[in-house]
Nanobody
Framework: QVQLVESGGGLVHPGGSLRLSCATS??????IGWFRQAPGKEREGVSC????????DYSDSVKGRFTISRDNAKKTVYLQMNSLKPEDTAQYYC????????????????WGQGTQVTVFS
């Protein structure tokens, strides 16, 4: 199955910013979602963007702080994360998804290795 490739994670202090990238390969017109999984917790949807027209959705926990975007010419979806908090610490994954609702979207592609985001004081 197709795996998308995540990058851009790192270590950052609270209030800092990171931009994650998701290489979408040939899936440029698929809706893409970002998910995250913290240690001991279930994977949760964070944000998603449609293939065209760039409709978006965000979880309440990141709304107003994270921005999802895509550049289909570069076959890349981005997640700009600002005002990071310790509770944002998690492994972040992207996948093609079946809906534009972060609460219910399900992956259509296999999970990749993800990229680690750690927010620490």
């Amino acid at each position: 199955q197709v795996q998308l490739v995540e990058s851009g994670g790192g270590l950052v202090h609270p209030g800092g910013s990171l931009r994650l990238s998701c290489a979408t390969s040939y899936l440029v017109y698929y809706a893409i979602g970002w998910f995250r999984q913290a240690p001991g917790k279930e994977r949760e949807g964070v944000s998603c963007i449609s293939g065209e027209h760039e409709s978006t959705d965000y979880s309440d926990s990141v709304k107003g702080r994270f921005t999802i975007s895509r550049d289909n010419a570069k076959k890349t979806v981005y997640l700009q994360m600002n005002s990071l908090k310790p509770e944002d610490t998690a492994q972040y994954y992207c996948a093609a998804v079946d809906s534009l609702n972060v609460a219910t979207m399900r992956p259509l592609t296999s999970w990749g290795q993800g990229t680690q985001v750690t927010v620490f004081s």
